[in-house]
């Protein structure tokens, strides 16, 4: 939302008409007042303030021990409070509320995304192997493509919905999932469904992957070393909190095994966004928005500009740790933004075709995913 259409928003409560500035006259109202700096700070403060405040109390939530054990993390704390406070008292403040909402799921979105770079290295990359490349490419585009002739064709989901879903399970789960919203042009109830779909079934890998590596090593069905489990655990498993979590089956090295072939997943967002934005423009019909010319997602070389950066280790260590704060608070804000903007009504609409392809995604990373590391190891060794 512009700051033009922001402010008309804001003029339509007092009953005062907002007209187009003029050339030479600045923005303006019908009275003729500018409309200052200071103006526009109270068109957007009382949304920011109150997405802002959702964010901070689902990052403290985060740390507590329950939902640290259980890889709850602030993100789907704060779509979570987002979507019960939007069904509930959010209609009383929204006419005053709804611009600094918008500004928090569109632009402080981006610049989430932007300094979620601040969480990687290039040696992250290189510390895996070529091999560990290999296999989070493989997984990420056989997942995506699933998920978009799944979904499409044989489901008959909206390629929205169905490109968010695979998104958000083949990459980094909620974050992926709003990055891509931008690309494909996604509503909000779009979003909160894909992500509604990561956090059932990314819960759910936290529970069934520790199960099967144990079962496996008792029964020799799987012959997986902590390192192969870690590989496996961080090229499959959708949230970084939810990888923490199930690589902890495999102890310590198979849990930073994990974490670190997860990063290079999540590193992959960038060049998937370009693609998907490419394509999107090649396929769309001639004479089209989307088929006026393709537009790279600026906040995909922001994110890939940071971690390059980062990965020079010129910044002081306190200085990245307080960018990678308020990265998570400024996703959090986005998601409790997007949670506030979501209908209980829209989600019954979509119905239970969501997570139907959820867990298809989810049993095709568990079983394929299996299947790639293994064949891939094997092809090495």
């Known amino acids: 939302m512009t700051i033009q259409k922001s402010v008309r928003a804001a003029t339509a409560a007092t009953g005062r008409q907002y007209t187009s500035p003029g050339p030479a006259s600045g923005r303006s109202d019908a009275c003729g007042a500018s409309i200052n700096p200071y103006m526009r700070a109270r068109v957007f403060a009382p949304g920011l303030a109150l997405t802002g405040l959702i964010a901070l109390v689902a990052m403290w939530i985060e740390q507590l021990s329950w939902p640290r054990a259980h890889g709850i993390s602030a993100l789907t704390l704060a779509i979570g409070a987002g979507m019960l406070i939007g069904n509930t008292v959010y209609g009383h403040v929204a006419t005053v509320a709804e611009t600094g909402v918008a500004l928090s799921k569109g632009q402080l979105l981006r610049l989430g995304i932007v300094l979620y770079g601040f969480r990687l290295t290039i040696s992250d990359m290189a510390s895996v192997g070529w091999l560990g490349v290999v296999i989070d490419a493989v997984v990420i585009s056989s997942t995506f493509a699933l998920a978009c002739i799944l979904g499409t064709r044989v489901l008959g989901m909206d390629r929205g919905t169905a490109m968010l879903i695979g998104a958000g399970s083949s990459i980094c789960g909620a974050a992926a999932v709003i990055a891509t919203g931008p690309v494909v042009r996604a509503r909000a109830e779009q979003v909160a ?8 079934f990314g819960t759910l890998a936290m529970i069934l992957y520790p199960t099967i590596y144990r079962l496996g090593g008792e029964y020799g069905i799987s012959n997986l070393s902590a390192t192969g489990y870690g ?3 961080g090229s499959t498993v959708h949230e970084v909190a939810q990888v923490v979590v199930a690589g902890r089956a495999g102890g310590p090295h198979a849990s930073d095994v994990a974490v670190i072939v997860k990063m290079v997943r999540v590193m992959m967002l960038a060049p998937f966004l370009m693609l998907l934005s490419a394509w999107m423009m090649r396929a769309a019909p001639r004479g089209s928005v989307r088929g006026a010319g393709f537009i790279i997602p600026w906040f995909a070389i922001g994110f890939l500009s940071v971690a390059g950066v980062n990965s020079l280790a010129v910044l002081p260590d306190t200085v990245v740790r307080h960018m990678m704060l308020l990265d998570q608070w400024l996703l959090a804000a986005a998601m409790a933004g ?23 995604l989810f049993a095709w990373l568990l079983g394929g995913g299996y299947a790639i590391n293994v064949c891939a190891t094997n092809l090495v060794g």
């Open 193 to 200: 469904v894909a992500v509604a779909t990561v956090v059932v």
């Open 231 to 233: 590989v496996f655990v």
């Open 338 to 360: 997007l949670g506030l903007t979501t209908h209980a009504a829209s989600l019954h609409k979509a119905g239970l075709k969501p997570l139907l392809l959820g867990a298809v």
